[in-house]
């Protein structure tokens, strides 16, 4: 058994062990306090690692074409950032490419080094401060919201213009899905507490 | 001295009665937030929520886009733009961005307003579970309201016709991105301790 602070409530409450999969509900705020072990790290890396592939891929390839009036014009995801840095709004520029692109790649490659670094047997203290700064950039990822507001431009545009998916729209897709559940579900810093020997006495 | 547990690792600290900085845990270095006061966290949020509701009005009086469609200037606003996609027919695109746009960032300012004038008058259990609930609620909806601002940097970047058209994002772009950085701020800033400070009745 182990004592345990509820990080909403504030509540102290024993912990009883916890089998895998299962996670334990603060018995004040019914908030959750704790989840079981992580056994394997196979299938969030797995997932982890193909999401970080579809990523580079959805960046690399065109986006979405658009024709209008015998113009073709091809779009990669990045444009949409220097379209709006072109146009003198540098603060929407880098918002929009931090929340689309940037802090979603690197909070994967974090997490799928983060694992790497665990299974072969780095102690998860060392880990912490990698786990924090996971922790730190995670709600400024939003893949998932960046496909809804494409989806969203795309039917607003259509009146106006022929709109053809890229494969890039495709890749952009399969990353987003890949990103929520790879890191959706998982806890890297309860991760990294369950990879530390226990110590007694506690 | 008085004695917290870690949240982190359930070890028990001695921090000093008055503390004022944040604490970290000797052991892990978790930050023990017992010692960010409720007091601090409350006014902090309130800042943060007075600045998100008065750059609401802007966000919302002020044009998201302007625009230049075979050579006639126009400008949308988040609420015309709606009203465009639901007069031309498109019910399920408007209604998305109606919710992202215009009832997230209310509700979150409204919800979290609610929570901040409650939280000392929260007395039966139920009452607390249910802000608790509320308070889970706001902070994951967070990242939806960014969908208008998606949708403002993917057409600008798809449409660059020279002539025949042109797009540029106006000013009410960057106060909506700024409600919804803010606002998100805003609901991590909250301290969900404070909800469960005052004892229970019984």
């Known amino acids: 058994m182990d004592a345990i602070r509820c990080e909403v409530c504030g509540a102290t409450q024993s912990l009883p062990s916890l089998e895998p999969r299962r996670r334990a509900l603060c018995f004040r705020c019914k908030s959750e306090v704790a989840r079981g072990p992580t056994l394997s790290l196979d299938a969030p890396l797995a997932l982890c690692l193909a999401a970080l592939i579809f990523w580079a891929l959805a960046n690399s390839i065109p986006f979405i074409t658009l024709e209008y009036g015998g113009i073709i014009q091809t779009n990669r995801v990045f444009t949409g950032v220097t379209a709006l840095w072109m146009d003198h709004q540098y603060f929407l520029s880098v918002l929009v490419g931090m929340t689309s692109i940037a802090i979603p790649g690197l909070q994967l490659s974090l997490a799928c080094g983060l694992m790497l670094a665990l299974r072969r047997g780095v102690s998860g203290g060392r880990l912490r401060p990698l786990s924090r700064l996971l922790a730190f950039i995670a709600p400024g990822s939003m893949p998932g919201v960046y496909l809804v507001g494409a989806f969203v431009a795309a039917v607003k545009l259509s009146q106006l213009a022929t709109l053809t998916p890229g494969p890039g729209l495709y890749c952009f897709g399969a990353f987003a899905l890949l990103w929520v559940i790879g890191l959706g579900s998982l806890d890297l810093e309860g991760v990294i507490e369950d990879f530390r020997p226990r110590r007694s006495g506690r | 001295m ?123 259990v139920q009452a607390r579970l249910a802000s608790t609930r509320l308070y889970r609620a706001i902070e994951s909806i967070g990242p939806w309201s960014m969908i208008d601002v998606f949708v403002v940097s993917l057409t600008i970047s798809l449409v660059q016709f020279g002539r025949l058209a042109s797009f540029s994002p106006g000013p009410g772009a960057a106060c909506f991105a700024m409600v919804v950085i803010l606002t998100i701020l805003a609901a991590r800033s909250f301290d969900p301790h404070t909800l469960w400070a005052i004892p229970e009745e019984n």
């Open chain 2, 2 to 124: 008085k004695r917290v547990i870690c949240p982190r690792c359930g070890g028990v600290c001695g921090v000093p009665e008055e503390a004022r900085k944040r604490l970290l845990c000797p052991g892990c270095k978790a930050p023990l937030t017992e010692n960010s006061t409720p007091q601090n966290s409350i006014s902090r949020v309130w800042a943060l929520l007075i600045a998100a509701a008065i750059l609401y009005v802007p966000a919302n009086l002020l044009p998201i886009f302007d625009m230049e469609l075979l050579g006639r200037p126009s400008s949308d606003t988040i609420l015309g733009g709606i009203a465009d996609l639901f007069g031309s027919g498109m019910w399920f695109v408007g209604a998305i961005v109606f919710l992202a746009s215009i009832v997230i960032p209310l509700l979150k300012i409204l919800g979290l307003g609610f929570l901040l004038i409650s939280t000392s008058r929260l007395g039966s």
